[in-house]
């Protein structure tokens, strides 16, 4: 099952993009968080296989972020994806 983690500040877009990807297929896992810290800690907890991640947000912007997990991904190299927009 394909695990995907949102990471956006503007909940209402969170809301629109966790819903599109979970509807275009059923066996996605959707996850989502609110900030980059709250993102980071879920991949530390959690392999995904994409991460969709917004680079303006307050606290830690997506580039940041992208840096935390690369970091944190060194150790294993199963290819996860960023994009960012
Ligand atoms: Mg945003």
Redo the contacts with the bound molecule.
Sequence with gaps: MPKILVI???AA?RRVLVKILSEENESYKVEEAEDGLQGIEKVKNEDYDLILC?I??PKMDGVEVLEAVKKNKTRNSNGDDFWSW
């Design positions: 956006e500040d503007e877009i917004d303006k947000m």
